[in-house]
């Protein structure tokens, strides 16, 4: 975050970055009345005398849907608090983008309004509609963040000095997430069951909450591709290349009769040129041998063919890959 005072210009060539103290200030405003509106869907329950307790149970999905979204709104604060780490000031086009993360965290109440009287007094095609408006305002929500950081990326002058681009990059991946999973989620609530979209929606706050400081750079594909079930085989293991901190590069190695698969051998791209692919190679062919491998394969771009060449590979196939 830049130290000058709000409307100070700060080096950031044509983009006029200013100090985003206001626009800080402004957006933690916002979240304070948000979250406390919330309360206002509690209400004290009409009871007779002796009855206070079963009025209070019969409030008990208002206090449900209260307890869901304070804890949303909470952890969309420390993702909005966490985003303005990455850079040292803000942009007008910054600073529009930001409104519309807002207006998606002030539209929480209402839904959150539908849910609880649904769940009090509602029927299940009552709460189907309640839980697809729910996953419908937060997906829309996630659009916003999506384009704040592909902003950032492609604006690398407002990145903070500690920040690199790989660790802006990372940061895209959450709110597709967040996106299309809040899509399925409503999806599933209609079609399947309103319980399955509500218990969708939970999980993805605590994805949010846990990912509330942002993926690491070790965390991207790599995390999701070789985590849980792929590490925990007995026959294949997952490399990360760590200095100071940072996870720099990325390697997979599969052993299979004697033979050891090489895979994923990733640097990221401000550590490229200093033998780091080679190195991580080098540890799964060490590790493979030990294991009892005699030869290895691997799969690899033109770029990376003469590496592997200089390594006493040789090509004995070529391969056609496609996209759209």
Known sequence: MSAGREGTQASGGGLGVTD??????????????????LVLDLRVPEFHEGGLAEGLLGEGPAYLAFVVSFIYV??????????????RGTTAAFSSINLGILFGVVIIPFPTAVLASAL??????????????????????????????????????LRADSVDQEQVRVQEARPIVGLVLYGLTGVLGWLVTPLLGLIGVVVMIIFHGATSQG??????????????????????????????????????????????????????????????????????LRE?????????????????????????????????????
Do not use: C
């Open 20 to 37: 985003a103290g206001r626009l800080a200030a402004f957006s933690d405003g916002v979240f304070a009345i948000v979250i406390t509106l």
């Open 74 to 87: 909470g952890v969309l604060w420390l993702n909005h608090h966490a985003v303005l780490q990455l850079v």
């Open 120 to 157: 009090a007094d509602g029927n299940t095609d009552d709460l189907r509609v309640a839980v697809v408006l729910y996953a419908f305002a937060a997906a829309l929500m996630s659009a916003p963040w999506w384009v704040l950081f592909a902003y950032v990326r492609r604006h690398p002058e």
């Open 215 to 284: 993926l690491r750079h070790g965390d991207g594909l790599f995390g999701s591709l070789m985590g849980g079930a792929v590490l925990d085989a007995e026959r294949i293991d997952g490399y990360l290349y760590e200095e100071a901190g940072e996870y720099l590069g990325t390697g997979l190695g599969m052993r299979t009769r004697g033979v050891v698969g090489v895979f994923n051998i990733a640097v990221v791209p401000g550590a490229r040129g200093r033998g780091l692919g080679r190195a991580i190679t080098e540890k799964v």
């Open 288 to 324: 493979g041998v030990a294991a009892g491998a005699d030869a290895a394969y691997l799969q690899t771009s033109a770029l990376g063919r003469p590496l592997y060449e200089s390594m006493g590979f040789r090509l004995l196939e070529n391969w056609t890959a496609f996209h759209a």
